[in-house]
């Protein structure tokens, strides 16, 4: 479904973001990006939904190729992946409705559709008695649901979330936290950029760290190559990956 | 449809700026109107001094008046010919009267040669033409000279030349001026719905649909401020009537010719500045 093949990335101004990067992602697979700032996890996420192409090496997004994707193949694929930021981007003078709504609109989806599946979406994320509010009549928790419910209005096959709890106070986290884990168990993989090393640790799903650009470890893996998940991953110093979203 | 209904959404979303847009393109293309309005008053006058470009071939006073009519039959027949006239001796003397008011006693009767007045077609009045038509008429052997005002011709012609070029010129520059402000104004409401316009792009918006609303925008406020121009232009062309001199007005085909201009300006200034931010973000 995601296949990345020794895949660089580098900026004219800041150099190398990436070097040597390559991993398979599977249909329906739950899967933590880790590493600190500056590690790379933006740039690969900027790289899973095209908004950036590969310097060297290839992305398959799927059967979408990062070669030779055309704009209206990225514009198609992107109506498949669900995008999540930690600072939510919703649209401040529109309901909570209304923002999900959009994300249908402009795939020209017909109307009587759009009411059915903003209300369902709306109730999947437990904002149906919002769908009235404004973003800043609504807690930042609030906001994140909204902003994964309209993720999810085009029945993603991937999820793609960047810090989406870095924002969000601990109860928020976990509440947010149990949202992806309900939209990966109904078979919508999920590709999570996060610092929270406790909820890494907590849950078992799949880790992949980067360091400096490189891919330092895989949990996927096998374990001569690995590093058991129980093992401090980068110094607890580290301050938060703040500056790194898109 | 859906494109229609969010260029106006954007226009009523931010009223201020909207007029400021048209406002601003009717400015633009009041100066490019204003230019239009000189430059055709300018070929009209131009037109008219051309008119008078005739070829006069005097007649010697020994000419058989069936010789010199049928030569005028000929002459008639040259493609390049609108209209022959002959001037006898006495109109001739007639005419230099009139002309010449109170100098009129300077003449006598028979001093002037009778004379062929060849008037051309327009389109046929450049230098070559009027040359080659003088060329004919000199091999006719009652003929004893040919008068078309050489140098003058080539002068007017220059003039209309330089007068053709430099108007291109200018009118292509203050069209350039207008699509930059056009598309200034235009990129003031893009950037004022960057944040739309990302989000749009994640979830799967073509860039022609993101587009269309602008296109839409930079359409609706060319047409608009190409009318607005339209007035400020027909008010100048007033005032300049009223207290300076006589001039004319853009005929009906120009004015829908400048308003289907400024939607033109419209359409390519938006073109270029989302172009642009489209492809910055």
């Known amino acids: ?246 | 449809m859906r494109s229609v209904r969010e260029a106006l959404t954007a226009s009523r979303r931010a009223p201020l700026l909207s007029a400021l847009g048209v406002v601003t393109i009717a400015f633009s293309l009041f100066a490019f109107g204003l230019f239009g309005l000189v430059a055709i008053n300018i070929r009209k006058a131009l037109d008219q001094v051309e008119e008078r470009v005739e070829v006069r071939a005097f007649v010697s006073d020994s000419a058989d008046i069936e010789q010199v009519a049928s030569a005028m039959k000929d002459i008639g027949e040259f493609p390049e010919v609108l209209r022959v006239d002959y001037v006898s001796q006495e109109k001739a003397l007639e005419r230099a009267r009139r002309e010449m008011g109170e100098f009129a006693d300077v003449f006598e009767a028979g001093v002037l040669p009778a004379s062929i007045e060849v008037h051309l077609r327009p389109g046929m009045r450049s230098p070559a033409y009027v040359r080659s038509v003088a060329d004919k008429m000199k091999t006719y052997q009652f003929i004893d000279d040919v008068r078309y005002g050489e140098e003058w011709v080539e002068k007017l012609y220059r003039l209309r030349n330089i007068a053709s070029v430099s108007g291109i010129a200018l009118g292509v520059a203050f069209a350039v001026v207008a699509i930059i402000i056009i598309g200034a104004t235009i990129r003031m409401t893009v950037l004022a719905r960057a944040k739309e316009i990302s989000i749009m792009r994640l979830v799967g918006a073509t860039d022609m649909f993101i587009r269309l609303p602008f296109l839409i925008d930079g359409l609706v406020k060319g047409v608009a401020g190409g009318f607005l121009a339209l007035v400020f232009v027909w008010i100048a062309n007033r005032v300049v009537n009223e207290y300076f001199m006589q001039t004319i007005f853009f005929d009906r085909q120009m004015m829908f010719l400048g308003v289907v201009g400024g939607a033109v300006m419209g359409i390519v200034g938006s073109l270029v500045s989302v172009g642009r931010h489209l492809r910055r973000i």
């Open chain 1, 1 to 246: 479904m995601i296949r990345l093949t020794e895949v660089a990335k580098e900026y004219p101004r800041s150099g190398v973001a990436l070097a040597h990067v390559s991993f398979e992602l599977g249909k329906g697979e739950f899967v933590f990006l880790t590493g600190p700032s500056g590690s790379g996890k933006t740039t690969i996420l900027k790289l899973l939904y095209m908004d950036d192409k590969p310097t060297q090496g290839e992305v398959w997004i799927n059967g979408v190729s990062s070669r030779n994707a055309t704009g209206r193949e990225i514009s198609r694929l992107r109506r498949r992946i669900g995008i999540v930021f930690q600072d939510f981007r919703l649209l401040e003078d529109r309901t909570a409705e209304a923002n999900v709504r959009f994300a249908l609109e402009v795939t020209g989806a017909p109307k009587a559709t759009i009411r059915s599946k903003v209300a369902r979406v709306l109730t999947q994320v437990g904002l149906s008695s919002k769908s009235t509010s404004f973003p800043r009549e609504l807690s930042g928790g609030e906001q994140q649901r909204v902003a994964i419910a309209r993720a999810l209005i085009n029945d993603p096959f991937v999820l793609i979330a960047d810090e989406p709890t870095g924002n969000l106070d601990e109860r928020a986290t976990r509440g947010v936290f149990q949202l992806l884990r309900d939209i990966n168990a109904s078979g919508t993989a999920v590709v999570m950029a996060t610092h929270d090393l406790d909820l890494v640790r907590r849950s078992n799903y799949r880790t992949i760290e980067l360091n400096h650009g490189r891919l330092v470890f895989d949990s996927a893996e096998p374990p001569a190559s690995g590093r058991p998940i129980e093992e401090p991953i980068w110094p607890r110093e580290t301050p938060p990956d703040a500056t790194e979203s898109i």
